[in-house]
């Protein structure tokens, strides 16, 4: 389990350095976010949630059902759109409350 990070779509808002609860996310040189060691990832998803531009993207491996897909978060208004990506470029899209997300 671990996060990618598209540099061409990171704005350098910080927001996924702040909210890292692993503190595993760093800024390079041109102020874009990266993960150093990405099978560090603890797989919390905290910031996909806070990456309003899609420049974060969850990679679903084989190890836990995801056969390689990879998952974003877009969100509207209080509404999370949790995108699943799958290889063969098949999309699926789940839609949980913000506020009620992380309830459990």
Not at 10 to 36: S, W
Not at 43 to 59: N, P, R, S, V
Request: proline residues 1%; hydrophobic residues 30%; contains cysteine.
């Amino acid at each position: 389990m671990s996060i990618k990070i598209d540099v061409n779509k990171c704005v350098g808002c910080n927001k996924c350095i702040e909210i890292c609860p692993g503190n595993l996310i760093y800024k390079n040189k041109q102020n874009k976010a990266f993960i150093k060691y990405e099978k560090d990832c603890w797989g919390c998803t905290a910031c996909l949630k806070e990456c309003k531009f899609k420049a974060i993207k969850y990679y679903l491996g084989t190890d836990i059902g995801g056969n390689g897909a990879e998952l974003y978060v877009e969100q509207v208004k209080d509404t999370l759109n949790w995108h699943i990506i799958c290889r063969d470029g098949k999309e699926s899209v789940v839609s949980t409350n913000r506020k009620q997300s992380n309830k459990y």
